[in-house]
């Protein structure tokens, strides 16, 4: 089945400094690559996605990359803010059935 | 607000008792996906519905079931529960077909089996 790794698990960023959390797949078949956020006692909120027809996206100060030869996947968070400061997860799926999440980042952004 | 919610929000229960968690999906969302996250853990996916029948099944233990029932509402039922099954569970729900699959993720319920 599909397996997700996800690194680093934790990453500590100065305040204006880039973030880059990478993750890699196993089934080439995953299509949609989502990354979500979670902050403290709240539930995972969609930041960014990326389709398997797409190299890059961007949103503000977030971009995902997507490798497909390779299998793997990245996000970038330009310009970092103390409010960045949560934990990320990466996902895999294929079209609208199971998604499969990395084991998330913690991401500290330090004032 | 993601538009999804989840009941009760905490949970606390003894070992070997049986507890029924509830989501509501956002409105015009067929399929709803349940997920465990543990201490410290990433999420684990444990079941997915589509407009009541059940789609696809991750590491879900056979002490648990959900239904999606025609309102599309779904529960997730836990019984015999264990220590370890101390957990936060979340539901997700989305559009689920093969081109709009964003999941949108609700609260949680927090369980504690003491």
């Known amino acids: 089945g599909e397996n997700v790794e996800q690194h680093p698990s934790t990453l500590s960023v100065q305040e204006g400094d880039s973030a880059v959390i990478k993750c890699t797949y196993s089934d080439s078949a995953s299509n949609y690559f989502p990354w979500y956020k979670q902050e403290l006692g709240k539930g995972p909120q969609l930041i960014i996605d990326?389709?398997?027809?797409?190299g890059e996206k961007k949103d503000q100060r977030i971009a995902v990359t997507l490798n497909k030869t390779a299998k793997h996947f990245s996000l970038h968070i330009t310009e970092t803010q103390p409010e960045d400061s949560a934990v990320y997860f990466c996902?895999?799926?294929?079209?609208?059935?199971?998604?499969?999440f990395g084991a998330g980042t913690r991401l500290f952004v330090k004032a | 607000d993601s538009g999804v919610t989840q009941t009760p929000k905490h949970l606390i229960t003894a070992t070997g008792q049986r507890v029924t968690l509830r989501c509501s999906p956002r409105s015009g969302d067929l399929s709803v996906y349940w997920y465990q996250q543990s201490l410290d853990q990433g999420l684990q996916f444990l079941i997915q519905?589509?407009?009541?029948?059940?789609?696809a099944k991750g590491n879900i233990l056979e002490r648990f079931s959900a239904q999606q029932f025609p309102d599309l509402h779904s529960e997730l039922n836990l019984s015999s529960l264990e220590l370890g099954d101390s957990a936060l569970y979340f539901c997700a729900s989305s559009v689920a077909s093969t081109v709009i699959d964003e999941q949108y993720f609700g609260p949680g319920t927090r369980l504690t089996v003491t």
């Open positions: 990326i389709r398997s027809n797409v």
């Open positions: 996902a895999a799926s294929m079209g609208g059935f199971k998604t499969i």
């Open positions: 519905y589509y407009n009541g029948e059940e789609r």
